[in-house]
């Protein structure tokens, strides 16, 4: 069942465009310019993250692409399709856990399936695969309570990832973990988007985290929220912790490292 829906969503789907987006928000006569012409192009399969001080707009822009905002000015396509509303087409990943504390790990994640209308051994089927793939399926009859934060999060991936969408949201989703729990979680996380190849955009703080993931880490500057760069990342795939020391990585450390700084200062100066 899980080998099907990989097969399935191993498609093309999962292209993202953002042309020329402006976020301005207003408020009792205050006028926040959070977002400054903003262009994207996302292949689909591709995983990319969003890199840049705080307060420089990423969770803006990605609230944006899951059309949980509208542009002041441009728009945002996926699959060639203009994003208007939030849809199954992407899932989204939040930092904070967000499953629903009343419903079990099972039932959280089939909440989509059901809603949809999947019949209930086929969505049974389908959990389940994904729970053995994640270790959870001992804790299918827990609630989020009993959960560790690390559990919490591989739950929440899966309920996103259940639902094929196109493309997958990622707000700093591990930045709430340990450092030990947040490692696991990468490689957990790129152990399946290498089966899924779900389009993945990923908002991160971290440099590490990062160069680990993705294919391509776009930059963003502060006042107002830009992109600022775009540096490719062509290390060797599957990646393991152990890439994390060698000379390749600790060069575009330093690239990104230096590139990202300046923004940093500026976003320091303005605090
Ligand atoms: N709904 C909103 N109304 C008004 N201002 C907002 C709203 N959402 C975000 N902002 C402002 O937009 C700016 C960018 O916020 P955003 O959360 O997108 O940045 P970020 O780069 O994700 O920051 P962080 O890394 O700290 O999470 C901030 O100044 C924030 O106060």
Redesign the pocket.
Known sequence: MLMQQLQQTQSVKGSVQVEGLS?T???KGHI?H??DAINLSIQPGEFVC?L????????????GIAGF?KPSEGYILVDQQPVCRPGADRGFVF?QYSLLPWKTTFQNIELGLKIRGMAKAERTELVNDYLNRVGLYRYRHSYPAQLSGGMQQRASIVRALVNSPSVLLM??PFAALDAQTRHMMQELLLDIWSDLKTTVIF?T?DIEEAIFLCDRIFI?G?HP?HIKAEIPIHLRRPRHFDDTLSPDFMTLHRQVFDCIREETLKSMEAA
């Open positions: 976020v928000f207003r408020r926040n959070v977002l969003l840049g001080p705080s307060g420089c707009g990423k969770s803006t822009l990605l609230n905002l930092q707000d700093e908002v703080h963003m502060v929220g």
